[in-house]
Each structure stands twice: as structure tokens, then as C-alpha cells.
């Protein structure tokens, strides 16, 4: 018997599984190190002791923790921010403001610095045709920049009209950049992409996904859907470009919802542009925004509200619990998937135990399904609590939308699920207006004669294995 082979191959076993051990240990050592919501915690360590090496593939793409880290550095926020107009600091009026508002409006600066600006039109779009148009009209007469940044920039149809138009506004010799999603963008052909970067265009992924920083980047993801042209007009909503929201793709409607803002606030989606440009390597952005403040009386107070998996306060959720607290009247939601936190769902079932009217519509049918399976079992807590469930028919439903009483609303791309409040990159407008109130509630009321209401003892009587499966996937919630 060769015992030198076998030592030697013994030897080398023990030194792996030694570095094996030692890497488990030290992964769960950074886990309790961050003082995360101890059942996380607890669950990522479980499956670390039970699953080792399936549970380190899993923790290194969905597990780590970008918390408390600089998208950039101190000196060029305070450049960016210093060409943002004066008006954001002292042209707000907020005394005719409800005290919640106010809360609302503090607290949105305290976690990320949020300014509010007066004076700004906002223009609803609720289906893709008349979004786009209005977006290739005021794309075709930028004279200066464009700033667009799109989660999901498709090569169809409409993605390649706009890619025409940028293409040609390039070499007119405005300044066009670029961003879009490598994960969200990831079937689209190199070519569409290479096609705009020849012709002058700046384009660029958002975390390019591949090694070796392949799995510290997949997870994280920037669904931020945000147009900036010549600093006077900004889009921010929903929608990202493909032709589905026109034509449906395979539901026959696609229902969501966009903004079209013009005043002041635009300087707000500026800065959100240049945070994330600057992130990605590029020098500071030059541009500054110019602006009109809109003197009718329904001109809307604004502001922009980023949040991201980097920021230390889970910024977007944090406001809407304190709009849902807050809310004396009712809380109307619009979003494509329902996942909440443990907060935000205490929030909603306090807020209907209190009389509150509290309404969720979710799409009949999802473009996943896993996270309908997941949003489903949800339902029947909030239906005990009195929270009224809606289930959209027509199509698919990717508004994300929310309605309190009669002064704030809110519009942007963060879903109300785990994975926009803590793993992607988003921006959502918070808008203190009872005009636009009134518009979004009257939208919300127009999509409800669409909708079919979910009744407590029907979805309690729906079969067991459907529940079981619901419960079950309710489990990935965190990672979906």
C-alpha cells in the first residue's frame, strides 16, 4: 500500500475542509456582525449549518449587504447639490401642508436628503402609447442633454425609435448618455447597444453582470426608470421601454402608470442621474437643471426619493409606513406584486382595524409566477383585517402607485415588495397636491370598474394544495 499517496491525500482533505469550515464560520461571523432583522439573521445561518455548501453559493448571489456604503464620495454630493435650484431650500410654502404631510416631508430629507420643490406640473399617463409619443416629442426637440436610464431598454419596435432618435439627436451634437439594467436588459443583443455608442451616444449597464464580480453584483439591480432632457422636463414611473406597454405583449392590456413632470423637481431626477452615473466610474455631470416654476394654483409641492440596497435606511419604505400610519381616511394601493415587510403589513392591518379604507389591487395574473403565488398569500391576513383585496382583470397591472387621503400620492418604480425596498436601485416622486390627489384617485376608482373585489370566505374555501403552494413559495419572499 502506498501510504505516502494516502497521507498526502489525507493531508489534503482535512486542509479543505479546515478552509471549508473556517469560510462557513467566518460568513456567519459577517452575518451577526450586521445586525440585521435577527429572523434573517437566524434563517441565513440556519442554512449555512444545514445546506453549507448549497447555502454559500445562495448567500454569495442573494445574501450580502451593500448597507452604509458611498455611491460617491462627500465633496462631489455637495458639487452635485450646489447646482440644484435655490428654490428647493426656502421656495416651499408647506404651512397649508397637513402635520402629516410635514412629518412626511422631514422625514423624507432626514433619511436621504429629499428636498421639496414648489411649482411643478405633473402630467398622469396610465398606458404606453400616450407615454411614449409624449416621450419621443420632447426627445426629438432636446437641444442640450438627455438623460435617460431605463431598467429594461428593449430592442423592439419602440426601443429601437428610440434608439433612432438618440442616435440622430447624437450626432446633432446633444449630449446623450445613457443607462440601462444589465440584468434587466440581459436578452438584448450587444449590437443595439454598440449601434448608439457609434454614433456619439453614452451608454452603459448598470452593474455589468460577469466575473469575476459576477455574484456580488446579480442581486442587485437598478430599476429606476428616469428621462432628464435639457433640465426642464423629466419622466419618472413605471414604465420601462418595451412594446409590451403598448400592445400588451401577452396580456392583453398592460396597465401602469408614468409622470411627466415639469418645474423645479426635474433638478431632483438630474441628481438622481448624476448619483448613479458618477457610481459607475464616470466623471461629475456638468449639467445643471433650468427651471420654471409654474404659477397656477395647482402647481404640485415634489419631491424625488431615491432608496437602494446601499443607502442605510430603507428609504422608500420607511415613508410609505409613515403615510400609512398616518392616514385618516384611506390608503389606496396600485402595485404588480404584493410582498410586503412584517412593517408595512402591520401598517396596512392597523390602518383598516382603525376604519381606515384601506384597497389593494394586484393583477388576476402576474408575468411571474412565482411572486403570484407569493403576493396570494398575503391576501386572506389583510381580508381579516378589513382591508379590501382587488384583483385587476384586463391584463397585466405594473402601476406602482399609492393614495392617502386627500393631499399626498405617490408614483415611481418601487414595487411593494422585499426586493424594491432592499435589493434594487429605486425613485419614486411623493407628491403633497390635492389636484393630483384627485387625478390618481380618480384614476384608481376608473381601474376598480375593471376589477373583481376578493371576498374573505371564497379565498378562506379555495383548494388546499393551492394554499400550500402559496405558503411555500411565501418562503423565497425575501430573494423573489
Known amino acids: ?33 450586521e445586525n440585521r432583522n435577527p429572523v434573517k439573521s437566524l434563517a441565513w445561518v440556519t442554512v449555512l449549518v444545514l445546506f453549507p455548501l448549497a447555502g454559500l453559493i445562495i448567500y454569495i448571489f442573494f445574501g ?156 442587485w439591480r437598478n430599476h429606476r426608470k428616469i428621462v432628464i432632457i435639457d433640465g426642464k422636463t423629466g419622466y419618472i414611473g413605471g414604465m420601462n421601454i418595451a412594446d409590451r406597454y403598448i400592445d400588451g405583449g401577452k396580456f392583453a392590456v398592460w396597465r401602469d402608470t408614468h409622470i411627466r413632470l415639469t418645474g423645479p423637481a426635474v433638478a431632483s431626477l438630474q441628481y438622481s442621474f448624476a448619483v448613479d452615473w458618477t457610481f459607475m466610474g464616470h466623471p461629475l455631470l456638468e449639467e445643471s437643471a433650468a427651471y420654471t416654476v409654474a404659477e397656477n394654483p395647482d402647481a404640485a409641492l415634489v419631491q424625488n426619493v431615491p432608496s437602494g440596497p446601499m443607502s442605510q435606511w430603507s428609504n422608500i419604505a420607511h415613508l410609505f409606513s409613515k403615510a400609512i400610519n398616518n392616514a385618516k381616511k384611506l390608503v389606496y394601493i396600485q402595485t404588480p406584486y404584493f410582498l410586503p415587510t412584517e412593517n408595512l403589513l402591520k401598517a396596512l392591518q392597523g390602518a383598516a382595524l382603525s376604519n381606515v379604507d384601506v384597497r389593494i389591487m394586484i393583477p388576476r395574473r402576474s408575468d411571474s409566477v412565482l411572486l403570484r403565488y407569493a403576493s396570494y398569500s398575503y391576501i386572506l391576513e389583510c381580508l381579516q383585517a378589513g382591508i379590501k383585496f382587488y384583483f385587476y382583470e384586463p391584463g397585466m397591472l405594473h402601476s406602482k402607485t399609492m393614495i392617502v387621503d386627500d393631499e399626498f400620492s405617490s408614483a415611481g418604480s418601487t414595487n411593494f415588495d422585499f426586493r424594491s425596498f432592499e435589493h434594487n436601485f429605486e425613485s419614486n416622486l411623493f407628491i403633497y397636491s390635492k389636484n393630483v390627489n384627485e387625478r390618481m384617485r380618480a384614476i384608481f376608482t376608473e381601474d376598480l370598474k375593471q376589477c373583481t373585489r376578493i371576498r374573505k370566505t371564497d379565498w378562506y374555501n379555495r383548494p388546499r394544495f393551492e394554499k400550500m403552494k402559496e405558503s411555500v413559495i411565501r418562503l423565497l419572499s425575501p430573494i423573489l
Open 64 to 219: 450580502r449587504s451593500f448597507k452604509n456604503k458611498r455611491m460617491i464620495s462627500r465633496r462631489n454630493k455637495r458639487r452635485l447639490k450646489k447646482r440644484e435650484p435655490s428654490i428647493r431650500n426656502g421656495g416651499a410654502n408647506i404651512s397649508s401642508l397637513s402635520a402629516e404631510s410635514r412629518q412626511q416631508i422631514l422625514l423624507a430629507r432626514s433619511l436621504c436628503g429629499a428636498m421639496l420643490y414648489p411649482g411643478n406640473e405633473v402630467e398622469i399617463f396610465t398606458n404606453g402609447k400616450d407615454k411614449f409619443e409624449s416621450l419621443l416629442n420632447d426627445l426629438r426637440g432636446a437641444k442640450e442633454y438627455i438623460h435617460l436610464q431605463y431598467y429594461i431598454f428593449e430592442d423592439d419596435k419602440i426601443g429601437c425609435e428610440v434608439r433612432e432618435i438618440l442616435t440622430e439627436r447624437a450626432r446633432a451634437g446633444v449630449k446623450v448618455r445613457v443607462i440601462y439594467d444589465h440584468v434587466g436588459s440581459i436578452s438584448v443583443k450587444k449590437r443595439f447597444f454598440r449601434e448608439m455608442a457609434d454614433a456619439g451616444v453614452q451608454v452603459y449597464p448598470f452593474f455589468r453582470v460577469a466575473f469575476p464580480p459576477f455574484g456580488s453584483r446579480i442581486n
Open 1 to 33: 500500500m502506498d501510504w505516502s499517496g494516502y497521507f498526502s491525500m489525507s493531508w489534503l482533505y482535512w486542509t479543505l475542509m479546515v478552509i471549508y469550515t473556517f469560510s462557513i464560520i467566518s460568513v456567519i461571523g459577517v452575518i451577526l456582525s
